[in-house]
């Protein structure tokens, strides 16, 4: 059984919402914040790459990765940090980069049999 609002539900998100129509998140959030109601912008990921505030750099969570096609980029980072356990911040793998050692390596497929798949556009 789903619970009923109680109280003035709509009444009050009537009045928030035109107060947030007339700000932008960041100034709602400071506003908000200066009257001590618990309030946060919700950030898309852009915005969360661009840090802002610089929260997310000085705690070591965003870090910057060299990428061969792609250049230098910004990654996430560990979002806790566990010593018996580092995080491994690594840049993606270019398609195919691996085929060699996981069908050869990995599955066992020799050289001829990844020639045969590659002449046939599958790898």
Not at 7 to 22: F, P, V
Not at 47 to 52: P, T
Not at 77 to 87: E, R, T
Not at 92 to 104: I, R, V, Y
Request: a negative charge; hydrophobic letters at 45%.
């Amino acid at each position: 059984v789903l619970a009923k609002p109680l109280g003035h539900a709509g009444e009050t998100d009537a009045l928030i919402d035109g107060w947030l129509a007339s700000r932008d998140k960041w100034r709602a959030v400071e506003e908000a914040q200066e009257l001590r109601v618990p309030f946060t912008e919700v950030l898309d990921p852009r915005e969360v790459v661009e840090d802002r505030l610089g929260q997310l750099t000085a705690r070591g969570f965003l870090t910057n990765i060299d990428h061969p096609v792609a250049g230098r980029v910004t990654a996430l980072g560990a979002p806790v940090v566990m010593p018996a356990s580092p995080w491994m911040v690594c840049r993606a793998p270019l398609l195919g980069e691996h085929n060699a050692d996981m069908l050869g390596g990995e599955l066992g497929l020799s050289a001829r049999s990844m020639a045969r798949l590659a002449a046939a556009g599958v790898i």
